[in-house]
């Protein structure tokens, strides 16, 4: 239920003309973000919260990854029947930055946030070198799918740049 209730508000920040939400910063490449955790007692820190948990996690000024270092956004089944996740598939530079990125902060989190949400945070247990992570999970094919075109039609946009 939260998957779909977060999904639905990702959907309306990327279709809508709305002002976007902190962490988006308005341009298609900034709709996604990969961003490193900080550990700070500073209320004034960029933090979102997990919307599994609730819980609060603050996240450093630097964007690790965005958007124009995805190649495309693809749908897979997940290991759960019935569930699908969408992934960020990286360029080649991306895949490098992002392996790069794994390898050096082992044991820290890193924040995947979608059109200013934080998605998931999950924490660096190994060097990550398969060129592609996860940008949402525990969806409905419909929502997977839905959440893939509008990434994809973000990259036209940067494509068209």
């Known amino acids: 239920m939260m998957r779909t209730a977060v999904f639905s508000v990702l959907v309306l920040l990327g279709c809508s003309g709305e002002k976007p939400a902190k962490g988006e910063g308005g341009s298609p490449e900034d709709f996604f973000?990969?961003?490193?955790?900080?550990?700070?007692?500073?209320?004034?820190?960029?933090a979102l919260r997990l919307p599994q948990t609730g819980e609060r996690v603050a996240f450093d000024d630097t964007v690790r990854l965005n958007l124009r270092e995805v190649s495309r956004a693809v749908v897979r089944p997940s290991f759960r029947e019935?569930?699908?996740?969408?992934?960020?598939?990286?360029?080649?530079?991306?895949?490098?930055?992002?392996?790069?990125?794994?390898?050096?902060?082992?044991?820290?989190?890193?924040?995947?946030?979608?059109?200013?949400e934080l998605s998931h945070a999950p924490f660096i247990m190994e060097r990550?070198?398969?060129?592609?992570?996860?940008?949402?999970?525990?969806?409905?094919?419909?929502?997977?799918?839905?959440?893939?075109?509008?990434?994809?039609?973000?990259?036209?946009?940067l494509a068209a740049e």
């Not at 973000?33 to 960029?46: G, V």
């Not at 569930?83 to 895949?95: N, Q, T």
């Not at 409905?140 to 973000?154: I, R, T, W």
């Open 128 to 157: 990550i070198r398969s060129g592609s992570t996860p940008v949402m999970f525990g969806l409905a094919q419909v929502e997977a799918d839905s959440l893939a075109a509008l990434l994809n039609q973000k990259l036209a946009v």
């Open 33 to 46: 973000q990969i961003r490193l955790e900080i550990m700070t007692a500073d209320t004034s820190a960029f």
């Open 82 to 116: 019935g569930d699908f996740i969408v992934v960020a598939e990286l360029s080649d530079f991306g895949a490098e930055k992002f392996t790069r990125l794994t390898s050096e902060h082992l044991n820290r989190r890193v924040g995947v946030i979608l059109g200013g």
